[in-house]
């Protein structure tokens, strides 16, 4: 199993592009997350789901859009970058409430 | 509301000693208390864990103490090591939704 997986590892985007996150996990988790972490800061929860069709809002979740169209699959939108963007974002994965989150390795976003 | 207060935010130990980080939270019918560690540059992974139908729970230097009357978990690391500075974090669920504490920066000196 490879288990939770992000791509792309680093991106650099202009002010007012967008673009989207990659997140596949491979263990038939149902619940996925978003989290942004700011240099010296906890993690803050974006988007999360709690299984195939159904997302919601976390903590921060203005100027992000999610769907989640498989099990496997979860990605994260930018609608149009800012550079309060700039932050490593990590997707995780549980199979059930209570249980161990798994975490993707991360992305680093520079947003100029 | 869905609150997870973790103290202190950074702790500095000799090599040998034992740190202790706590967290405290708010009502949550979770009954599930989680701890992760980040190395720098890495992903969050979990240390240890407990539920609340036990007080404590040991694993080698590591264990996590519930206070449910209290609402608060604490981490206990003993005979502290380099290899055991990184940040530390809490994790409660809110119904579906899974929120960190702040975070503790150890800093463990040699």
């Known amino acids: 199993n490879a288990g939770v997986t992000q791509t792309p590892k680093f991106q650099v985007l202009k002010t007012g592009q967008s673009m989207t996150l990659q997140c596949a996990q491979d263990?038939?988790?149902?619940?996925m997350s978003w989290y942004r972490q700011d240099p010296g800061m906890g993690l803050r929860l974006i988007h999360y789901?709690?299984?195939?069709?159904?997302?919601d809002q976390g903590e921060v979740p203005n100027g992000y859009n999610v769907s989640r169209s498989t099990t496997e699959d979860f990605p994260l939108r930018l609608l149009s970058a800012a550079p309060s963007q700039t932050s490593v974002y990590f997707c995780?994965?549980?199979?059930?409430?209570?249980?161990?989150?798994?975490f993707g390795q991360g992305t680093r976003l520079t947003v100029v | 509301g869905e609150n997870v207060e973790q103290h202190p935010s950074t702790l500095s130990v000799q090599e040998g000693d034992s740190a202790v980080i706590k967290c405290t939270y708010s009502?949550?019918?979770?009954?599930?208390f989680p701890w992760y560690k980040q190395e720098l540059g890495k992903r969050p992974q979990l240390i240890i864990d407990?539920?609340?139908?036990?007080g404590e729970k040991k694993d080698q230097r590591i264990a996590v103490t519930l206070n449910k009357t209290a609402k608060h978990f604490s981490l206990h690391i003993t005979e502290t090591q380099p290899e055991d500075s990184a940040v530390y974090f809490c994790?409660?669920?809110?119904?579906?939704?899974?929120?960190f504490g702040a975070g503790t920066i150890l800093r463990v000196k040699s």
């Open positions: 009502d949550s019918a979770s009954n599930y």
């Open positions: 263990m038939n988790h149902e619940y």
């Open positions: 789901s709690v299984g195939a069709g159904i997302t």
């Open positions: 407990i539920r609340s139908n036990v």
């Open positions: 994790l409660r669920g809110y119904g579906n939704k899974l929120v």
């Open positions: 995780a994965s549980t199979r059930a409430k209570d249980t161990e989150a798994f």
